[in-house]
């Protein structure tokens, strides 16, 4: 199983990137899929997940401004950032989950793309 993340970039505050990520080797239909970065010298966040059914969760910093996207049959993920901010530099990691139909905001993701490094310069 891979998942390949794409569209990383550098942006100025106030632009917009797109992320996308494609899996391969299993179908995540039936899965939560998402977003974590994590930045130098902080914690791993949470960004944003949408699971099976479409329901969305979104981190507290990016709500409003980020918005997360999947297509089942590309088995695809995609993450629209708009309104950066300097904050929001890290390296974005693609996820999804091995439980089948189960979401918490605490479980543990099986699968990880390689990250994505998105910078936000001010």
């Known amino acids: 199983v891979q998942l390949q993340a794409s569209g990383g970039g550098l942006v100025q505050a106030g632009g917009s990137l797109r992320l996308s990520c494609a899996a391969s080797?299993?179908?995540?239909?039936?899965?939560?899929m998402g977003w974590f970065r994590q930045a130098p010298g902080k914690e791993r966040e949470k960004v944003a997940v949408?699971?099976?059914?479409?329901?969305?969760i979104y981190g507290d910093s990016v709500k409003g401004r980020f918005t997360i996207s999947r297509d089942h049959a590309k088995n695809t993920v995609d993450l629209q950032m708009d309104s950066l901010k300097p904050e929001d530099t890290a390296i974005y990691y693609c996820?999804?989950?091995?439980?089948?139909?189960?979401?918490?905001?605490?479980?543990?993701?099986?699968?990880w793309g390689q990250g994505t490094q998105v910078t936000v310069s001010s």
């Open positions: 080797g299993r179908s995540f239909s039936d899965n939560a």
């Open positions: 996820v999804g989950s091995n439980a089948f139909r189960y979401y918490t905001d605490t479980m543990d993701y099986a699968y």
């Open positions: 949408r699971t099976w059914t479409g329901t969305t």
